[in-house]
């Protein structure tokens, strides 16, 4: 794993020690012994995460990790705060500093470099999110990126699987003021409670006598369902092997008991606000690939994503030796309704006619939006004589139910044409099957409309 780490620390000595520990591991080192040269590094350099010591002259570094997490232009760098401190108030002051993690000198090795490259995971989620947010910007679709805000002050969801009961309500009575929270003793069923509820966080407490927790962390991580849910092991005081193993397994955060209670709700409003954001990129993601597929107007996917789906479903057509049909169709006289009634009266013909193919085709049948009045149904397994029935019931259904506009009460009478052509032997490619349809169309059109024609063999 490659990555860009700036050591912040007034000691020479603590510099070269992380320094030589950091390039170990083949990770590229800056250095600074103050904290303003670190914000004027992170401001000027790539930098992908931070080891911040905190008892500096001139600006300590709770200073410094709140002017870097006010910064919008780099607040998404993780902040490691690497200290002699070892108070719970100091941890709690460090986190709600911003910092994402909390080291105490002297460093474990292991624990160092486990912690780094988790954060640095995260970190490249954060960092697709950045990314998206500009590209949005760019194309005027800024609401993409508001997908779950607002939610940052809402009672969070936890999950907390510990097999005491005494520590249960320790917990649950520490987390009331910012969660719900479900506590569970039985690991296993605990599994199947994350994968089927809305959970934005679960604990793992490590106290069981005859249980693995580690299993239940690793399950976690490799169900679909919870693979991007948060998890926060409590361990033991010295249990460093365990720690390590956690964070490898992709465990997010860790806290040693005896727990305090304002560290553990302090590191678990870091963890739900961090997923909260990362639910904000898949989501974005989501959205950003149906708006480049879909047309805005129909909902039906739109040429571009016809053009690629097409050539995967004949392929596949041809290697299996299946049917494939594909079905065009236009609305007739369609000009006459813009110039007519205007192109807002247009647009809802347009509507309601996509809604009429969406109820009349089957669910495996791939509609679309070809361009103007022109749609396109593509009919895998289907051979030639299906896929008309399936064109002369759309038809039908376009004929003899009257479109009737919604601002006017106007009522259209309203047909189509359609064209059909399907995979034989002549057909030796998807834009060869698009072209066939298209004729067949065209006949359609010039035969007097209102009717289906398939292409000739």
């Known amino acids: ?94 986190l709600k500093a911003g910092a994402d993690d909390f080291l105490t000198k002297p460093v474990n090795d292991l624990q160092l470099i486990s912690r780094v490259k988790s954060l640095l995971r995260l970190k490249t989620l954060s960092d697709e999110l950045r990314t998206r947010a500009e590209t949005a910007r760019t194309i005027g679709i800024e609401d993409v990126l508001r997908l779950g805000e607002g939610r940052s002050e809402e009672s969070a969801h936890v999950l907390l699987v510990d097999g005491r009961a005494s520590s249960q309500e ?42 693995d927790p580690l299993r239940l962390c690793s399950q976690l991580r490799s169900l679909e369902r919870t693979r991007f849910l948060p998890v926060l092991l409590i361990t033991e005081q010295g249990a460093d092997e365990m720690t390590v193993r956690a964070l490898e397994l992709g465990v997010n955060d860790y806290i040693v008991r005896p727990v305090d209670a304002n560290e553990l709700v302090a590191r678990c409003l870091s963890q739900i606000r961090r997923k909260r954001y990362n639910d904000r990129l898949r989501a974005s993601v989501q959205h950003t690939i149906e708006l480049a597929v879909t047309d805005a107007l129909t909902g039906l996917n739109n040429r571009r994503y016809l053009d690629n789906h097409l050539a995967v479903l004949f392929k596949r057509s041809l290697i299996r030796g299946r049917p494939l049909s594909v079905l065009i169709t236009d609305i007739d006289r369609f000009k006459a309704v813009n110039d007519t009634y205007g192109h807002d009266a247009g647009d809802q013909v347009l509507k309601e006619f996509a809604s009429r193919i969406r109820s009349t085709v089957r669910g495996a049948d791939l509609a679309c939006r070809y361009g103007g009045e022109e749609f396109v149904v593509v009919m895998p397994d289907t051979p030639g004589e299906v896929a008309a029935s399936i064109a002369e019931r759309l038809r039908m259904a376009v004929e003899t139910v009257p479109f009737t506009l919604r601002d006017s009460g106007q009522v259209l009478n309203v047909t189509a044409s359609f064209g059909i052509s399907s995979r034989i032997g002549t057909v030796e490619t998807a834009d060869q099957l698009i072209k066939q349809a298209d004729l067949a169309l065209y006949a359609a059109k010039n035969s007097g409309r209102n009717r289906v024609v398939a292409a000739a063999a």
């Not at 670190?38 to 709140?66: H, K, R, T, W, Y």
């Not at 296993?188 to 604990?203: G, K, P, R, Y």
């Open 1 to 94: 794993m490659t990555a860009r780490i700036l050591v912040v620390d007034d000691i020479p000595a603590n510099v070269k020690l992380l320094e030589a520990r950091l390039v170990a591991e083949y990770f590229d080192v800056l250095t600074a012994d103050n904290g303003r040269d670190a914000l004027n590094i992170c401001e000027d350099s790539q930098v992908d995460l931070i080891l911040l010591d905190v008892m500096m002259p001139g600006m300590d570094g709770f200073e410094v990790c709140e002017r870097i997490k006010a910064n919008p232009r780099i607040s998404h760098i993780p902040v490691v705060m690497v200290t002699a401190l070892d108070q719970s108030a100091d941890r709690v002051r460090g």
């Open 170 to 211: 320790r917990i649950i009575r520490a987390l009331k003021p910012i969660a719900e929270v479900t506590a569970m003793s039985d690991p296993q069923a605990a599994l199947f409670e994350a994968a089927e509820s809305a959970f934005e966080l679960v604990i793992v407490n490590s106290n069981f006598e005859d249980y």
